[in-house]
């Protein structure tokens, strides 16, 4: 288990199967094994993948949100994630199941979205104390409700 999670530095596809596994690493059953191996095989199959970060690319931040609703099978809860880019170099992601329980996607996704904009105001300033000064990020969100309440 502790090759898999040193893996997660470049292998972000794998980032919640896991976590996932990892969380029942002191009481495994078969089935968590089952998974590792799954995992395992996955990843040979899948040997050339990996982040790429090309020398001269542009400085433009981009940020992708999504989230999905109910679809964390042992609680039921929703989980969020966001990518965060510099160029075309993936720089940051994140995961996260989410406290609140709501009722509507829209709200699922606002919530995802609010996270990633506060990633996004970290990271601008980060940047801004290397020289690199943004005025305009995107944010990519495939909900239109999201997009007008935000």
Same mark, same amino acid.
């Given at each position: 288990?502790?090759?898999?999670?040193?893996?997660?530095?470049?292998?972000?596809?794998?980032?919640?199967?896991?976590?996932? @596994?990892?969380?029942?690493?002191?009481?495994?059953?078969?089935?968590?094994?089952?998974?590792?191996?799954?995992?395992?095989?996955?990843?040979?199959?899948?040997?050339?993948?990996?982040?790429?970060?090309?020398?001269?690319?542009?400085?433009?931040?981009?940020?992708?949100?999504?989230?999905?609703?109910?679809?964390?099978?042992?609680?039921?809860?929703?989980?969020?994630?966001?990518?965060?880019?510099?160029?075309?170099?993936?720089?940051?992601?994140?995961?996260?199941?989410?406290?609140?329980?709501?009722?509507?996607?829209?709200?699922?996704?606002?919530?995802?979205?609010?996270?990633? @904009?506060?990633?996004?105001?970290?990271?601008?300033?980060?940047?801004?104390?290397?020289?690199?000064?943004?005025?305009?990020?995107?944010?990519? @969100?495939?909900?239109?409700?999201?997009?007008?309440? @935000?």
């Amino acid at each position: 288990m502790k090759s898999l999670l040193y893996l997660l530095a470049s292998r972000s596809d794998i980032n919640f199967s896991v976590f996932m @596994c990892s969380r029942y690493q002191a009481n495994t059953k078969e089935s968590h094994l089952s998974a590792v191996k799954r995992i395992m095989r996955y990843l040979l199959g899948t040997i050339n993948l990996g982040l790429w970060y090309p020398k001269n690319s542009s400085y433009n931040l981009v940020e992708y949100s999504d989230s999905d609703f109910a679809g964390f099978k042992p609680d039921k809860k929703n989980t969020s994630g966001t990518c965060h880019s510099i160029g075309s170099a993936l720089v940051s992601w994140h995961n996260k199941k989410q406290n609140s329980v709501v009722l509507s996607t829209a709200k699922v996704k606002y919530i995802s979205t609010r996270s990633c @904009c506060a990633q996004i105001l970290w990271m601008r300033q980060q940047l801004s104390n290397y020289g690199l000064m943004l005025d305009h990020i995107a944010i990519r @969100c495939e909900n239109t409700s999201v997009i007008r309440v @935000c």
